[in-house]
């Protein structure tokens, strides 16, 4: 008998917040899916102007997420936590969340109140104030 495997998505997330402004340890991405009912971790990459993760998980599935550093610093949002959910998602100044594909990758950025498909491109960014 087959089972039938549930489509995945990977989606690269970049970060350019104030741990890798302010830190020259390794940053890791600590992120769940579905409200943090799974959780995970992954090491960042350093590019020239930013770290760098892929992660992949079940399609239409929300993602949580933080950050932190080896020397015990956090960026959770001042408390609220990171998160994007495919088609409603949240932009933030200091995050960019990329659908990864064989061909191109193409950007996927909205905020709270504009639906837009996976493949579609918005730029509104959250202040840091709120």
Request: proline share 4%; charged share 25%; aromatic share 10%.
């Amino acid at each position: 008998m087959r089972t039938k495997k549930n489509a995945e998505t990977t989606y690269e997330l970049r970060y350019t917040g104030w741990l890798a402004e302010n830190c020259n340890a390794p940053i890791y991405l600590h992120y769940g899916t579905q409200n943090w009912t799974e959780v995970s971790e992954e090491k960042m990459r350093k590019l020239k102007n930013c770290y760098k993760a892929e992660v992949t998980v079940p399609s239409t599935t929300s993602i949580s997420f933080c950050f932190r550093d080896t020397e015990g610093n956090w960026d959770n949002n001042a408390g609220n936590d990171y998160w994007y959910t495919p088609s409603i998602g949240e932009t933030y100044s200091c995050v960019e969340i990329n659908e990864a594909s064989a061909s191109a990758p193409k950007a996927v950025k909205s905020t709270k109140s504009a639906k837009a498909p996976a493949t579609k491109k918005t730029t509104t960014r959250k202040s840091k104030s709120e």
